[in-house]
C-alpha cells in the first residue's frame, strides 16, 4: 500500500515539526547548558574536582526544567477548549495538532522519566568525586569533609530529600500509566497522578540547598592563580536565582519565577465542585450494560463533539471521568446528555445510584418515578476532535460499540438543522458485536434519515450498520427500524474497498476521517488515510481516546 505524501503531510507532518522543535529545544538546552559549566571559567574549580558528572547534571537538569514546565500544558482542558473554540486558532491545521495533546504530555512524561534517571547518575558520581578529589586549597567548594569519605548531602540535605522523595514519586506516577494498569485498574492511574501536586512542591523545595558553588572573583584572582584559597573562602557564595545570568548556574532544577503549577494544583474534582449540581431529568436503561443520563445545568452550550467530565461524591470523594456528550442543548431545549458503559467500580456504583434496581431490564425504558437522584456535577464541555467534523465537506465517521457516543451529538444537531453546516455529505460506520446495541441510537438514525428523505436529500448520510457476531439477528428485524435494515451488514468492513468507493465519489477532495474505537480499528484508518489513491482525494485523520 503506497503512501501518499499529501496525505501524510496533512496527517503527520505538523505533529513532526513540532516534535523536531521540541527536540531541537531540548538539545539546544542541554548542549549550551553542558559547555556552560565545562568551559566557564567561574565553574573552573569545580570542574577541576568533579570533571564530566557536574556537566551533565546540570545539562539534565535544564533539560527537566524545560519538561517540568510544559507537562502540564496540554493537560489543560480549560485551555485547550478555549483555543479550539474561540477561532484564536485559525487553522484547521492548528486545531488538529491540538489534538495530539495527550501525546505530547506522554512524550514530556517519557522525558522527565529519562532525564531524571541521568540526573541522578550524574549527582551519585559527584558524590564520589567530592569525596576522591578532595583538596584542602578549595574547602569552600567541596561538599566532603575530608578526603576518602563519601558525601552525605544527598540524602540528609534539602536536594537529597526532596530528590529521593520526587525519584519515588516518579517511579509510582509512571509505573501506574502503563497500559496495563490503566485497564486493568484504573483507580491506581487516577490516584498516583494526582501525587504531581506533591512532585512539584517537593521540586521547588529542591532548589535550595546550594551544594554547587561557583567563583565571583574572577577579576581579582582568575582560575589557576597563586594561593587560590585565601580569597575563595572569602568569595565563594551561593547566589540567588534573580542574580544567575543563566537559570541552572547552581540551583537545582525549577525557575523560582515559574507561575505556571499553580492553577493546576487543584483537582478537576475541587474545581467543578465550586459550581451547583445539575438537574438530572432522566435516567435511561439501554441493551447491553449502558445507561443513558439526561441533565439540566443554567447557562450550559456545548458544541457537538465534546465531552464533559461527571463526578458524584456520593460514587468518589475524589473520580471524576470524561464522558462525550450524546445530546447537546439548543435554542429550543437546554437539555443535555451522556451515555455510559457500565464496565467499572465508579460506572456500576453510579448505575446503583441512579436507579431503582440494580437488575435492570434491556429494555430502552425512562425511569419515571419520582426519587431523589445523588448530586451530580458537570465540568466542561471540553473540545475534542469531532467538532471538526461538520467543518468538513465530506465527513467520514467510523464508531466502534460505545464509540457511537461522540458521533450522537452530531447526528442529533443534523436532526435540528443540516444547512447551516459546511458538511454535505456524511458517511456513517457503526460497528457492533451484538445487535441490541444498535438500539441505543435507533431512533435518532431513523427520525435523520426519514427527515433527509423529506427534504429530498437522501445522499446527505451514508449509513451502513456492521455486525460481527449473528446471534440474535432477527430481533432488530421489525416494521419500527425499516429504513436500518436494509443498512444492516453481516461481519467487519473491508476497509480498503471502502475509502477507494468514497475517493471515487468525491474526487479531489478534501474528507475528514474520525475515528472512535478500539485500536485495532484505528490503526487500518490511520494508515488507509496516508495511503495514496487515483482519484486526488486527500484523508485527513482525527481520532480521540481517553485511555
Not at 485559525?90 to 501525546?103: E, H, N, Q, V, Y
Not at 519515588?168 to 500509566?177: D, H, K, Q
Not at 506533591?198 to 577579576?219: A, D, P
Not at 466542561?380 to 461522540?406: K, M, Q
Request: aromatic share 14%; hydrophobic share 40%.
Amino acid at each position: 500500500m503506497a503512501v501518499s505524501w499529501r496525505s501524510w503531510l496533512a496527517n503527520e507532518g505538523s505533529k513532526h515539526l513540532f516534535l523536531f522543535l521540541w527536540l531541537s529545544l531540548n538539545v539546544w538546552l542541554f548542549w549550551k547548558t553542558f559547555l556552560l559549566y565545562y568551559r566557564g571559567l567561574q565553574y573552573y574549580y569545580l570542574h577541576q574536582m568533579l570533571g564530566l558528572g557536574l556537566c551533565v547534571s546540570r545539562a539534565s537538569a535544564s533539560v527537566l526544567n524545560l519538561n517540568c514546565c510544559l507537562v502540564l500544558l496540554p493537560m489543560c482542558r480549560v485551555l485547550l477548549a478555549f483555543l479550539r473554540g474561540s477561532q484564536k486558532v485559525a487553522s484547521r491545521k492548528t486545531r488538529r495538532l491540538i489534538d495530539k495533546s495527550k501525546t505530547f504530555h506522554v512524550t514530556c512524561g517519557v522525558t522527565i522519566c529519562i532525564f531524571s534517571v541521568l540526573h541522578v547518575a550524574a549527582h551519585l558520581v559527584n558524590a564520589l568525586n567530592f569525596s576522591e578529589n578532595y583538596n584542602e586549597d578549595f574547602l569552600a567548594i567541596n561538599a566532603a569533609h575530608y578526603r576518602g569519605e563519601v558525601s552525605h548531602y544527598h540524602v540528609f540535605l534539602v536536594p537529597g530529600l526532596t530528590g529521593v522523595f520526587m525519584v519515588l514519586v516518579l517511579f509510582l506516577m509512571c509505573t501506574a500509566s502503563t497500559y496495563a494498569i490503566r485497564i486493568s485498574n484504573y483507580d491506581i492511574f487516577w490516584y498516583t497522578h494526582n501525587l504531581f501536586f506533591v512532585f512539584y512542591m517537593l521540586l521547588m523545595l529542591h532548589v535550595s540547598g546550594g551544594v554547587l558553588k561557583y567563583q565571583t572573583n574572577l577579576e581579582e584572582h582568575p582560575p589557576g592563580c597563586f594561593n587560590p584559597n585565601k580569597t575563595l573562602r572569602e568569595n565563594m557564595t551561593v547566589p540567588k536565582a534573580f542574580e544567575e545570568p543563566f537559570p541552572n548556574h547552581t540551583t537545582e532544577p525549577f525557575p523560582e519565577d515559574l507561575s505556571v503549577p499553580e492553577p493546576f494544583v487543584q483537582n478537576n474534582f475541587m474545581r467543578i465542585c465550586n459550581f451547583a449540581p445539575v438537574t438530572i431529568t432522566s435516567v435511561i436503561s439501554h441493551p447491553s450494560n449502558v445507561l443513558e443520563v439526561r441533565m439540566i445545568k443554567d447557562d450550559f452550550q456545548a458544541r457537538p463533539g465534546q465531552y464533559v467530565i461527571l463526578h458524584c461524591p456520593r460514587v468518589s470523594g475524589l473520580e471524576s471521568h470524561p464522558f462525550t456528550l450524546t445530546m447537546c442543548p439548543t435554542d429550543t431545549k437546554a437539555t443535555f446528555g451522556v451515555h455510559l458503559k457500565v464496565v467499572g467500580d465508579w460506572t456500576e456504583r453510579f448505575r446503583d445510584l441512579l436507579l431503582l434496581h440494580s437488575n435492570q431490564d434491556t429494555e430502552i425504558l425512562p425511569i419515571f418515578q419520582q426519587r431523589r437522584y445523588p448530586k451530580l456535577y458537570v465540568d466542561g464541555p471540553f473540545g475534542s476532535p469531532f467538532e471538526e467534523s461538520l467543518n468538513y465537506e465530506v465527513s467520514l465517521c467510523v464508531a466502534g460499540g460505545i464509540g457511537v457516543t461522540p458521533f450522537a451529538s452530531v447526528l442529533n444537531t443534523l436532526l435540528d438543522g443540516w444547512k447551516r453546516y459546511k458538511l454535505r455529505r456524511l458517511y456513517f460506520i457503526w460497528v457492533c458485536r451484538d445487535v441490541e446495541s444498535f438500539r441505543w441510537f435507533a431512533d435518532l438514525l431513523c427520525m435523520l434519515h426519514d427527515k433527509l428523505w423529506q427534504e429530498n436529500r437522501p445522499d446527505y448520510i451514508n449509513i451502513q450498520l456492521y455486525l460481527s457476531q449473528t446471534d440474535g439477528i432477527q430481533k432488530i428485524i421489525g416494521e419500527k427500524y425499516q429504513a436500518l435494515n436494509s443498512r444492516l451488514l453481516i461481519g467487519r468492513p473491508r476497509w480498503k474497498l471502502l475509502f477507494d468507493e468514497i475517493a471515487k465519489c468525491n474526487r479531489r477532495k478534501t474528507i475528514g476521517v474520525f475515528c472512535c474505537g478500539p485500536n485495532k480499528i484505528s490503526k487500518i484508518l490511520h494508515k488507509l488515510s496516508n495511503s495514496s489513491n487515483s482519484y486526488g482525494t486527500r484523508f485527513e485523520y482525527n481520532k480521540e481516546s481517553f485511555s
